[in-house]
């Protein structure tokens, strides 16, 4: 009886090896190795810099000779940075349009800019969306940042005129 409990165990382990090499990867002694199958499955996309979304223009794009000749005309200019999907752009930019369209809206260049043209953004020291600059003459008037109030982006652009 021993010994055939012996055989029985002893079948078991050469028939389950198999099965457990296959399940490691690795081949049996003495049997020949799979062939590799192939995979059906495409490789996944990698993210280049190139898929960052810019923000929705809700305002005319910078554009540097629009913005100069608008300095050397001594008009003030308004630049809003913005960010795609960022929580404050996505709060500040309805209650700007609102004020934008009102009647008693600032007599000012507007250019909008998306925070992902670092060369325009490090030009005038901004590092987050939801800034606000006021330039007149080429220099900096005022700075507001992460304003997203009605009332407290009314008042700052109240402040337009009296530069």
Same mark, same amino acid.
């Given at each position: 009886?021993?010994?055939?409990?012996?055989?029985?165990?002893?079948?078991?382990?050469?028939?389950?090896?198999?099965? %457990?090499?296959?399940?490691? $990867?690795?081949?049996?002694?003495?049997?020949?190795?799979?062939?590799?199958?192939?995979?059906?499955?495409?490789?996944?996309?990698?993210?280049?810099?190139?898929?960052?979304?810019?923000?929705?223009?809700?305002?005319?794009?910078? $554009?540097?000779?629009?913005?100069?000749?608008?300095?050397?005309?001594?008009?003030?200019?308004?630049?809003?940075?913005?960010? $795609?999907?960022?929580?404050?752009?996505?709060?500040?930019?309805?209650?700007?349009?609102?004020?934008?369209?009102?009647?008693?809206?600032?007599?000012?260049?507007?250019?909008?800019?998306?925070?992902?043209?670092?060369?325009?953004?490090?030009?005038?020291? %901004?590092?987050?969306?939801?800034?606000?600059?006021?330039?007149?003459?080429? %220099?900096?008037?005022?700075?507001? $940042?992460?304003?997203?109030?009605?009332?407290?982006?009314?008042?700052?652009?109240?402040? %337009?005129?009296?530069?």
């Amino acid at each position: 009886m021993a010994h055939h409990f012996a055989c029985t165990i002893a079948t078991i382990l050469l028939c389950a090896f198999p099965h %457990v090499a296959k399940a490691q $990867n690795t081949v049996p002694p003495g049997a020949s190795p799979a062939k590799p199958t192939a995979s059906t499955q495409p490789p996944s996309p990698v993210a280049s810099p190139s898929a960052v979304q810019k923000a929705q223009l809700l305002f005319p794009a910078f $554009n540097d000779v629009q913005y100069r000749g608008s300095q050397a005309a001594g008009r003030p200019s308004l630049l809003v940075f913005a960010q $795609n999907g960022h929580p404050i752009w996505l709060k500040q930019a309805p209650t700007l349009q609102v004020i934008m369209r009102s009647a008693d809206r600032v007599d000012a260049d507007v250019f909008q800019i998306d925070i992902t043209d670092q060369a325009v953004c490090s030009g005038f020291k %901004v590092t987050t969306p939801g800034t606000i600059l006021v330039m007149k003459d080429g %220099v900096e008037r005022l700075r507001g $940042n992460g304003m997203v109030r009605e009332a407290a982006l009314r008042k700052f652009l109240r402040l %337009v005129p009296t530069l």
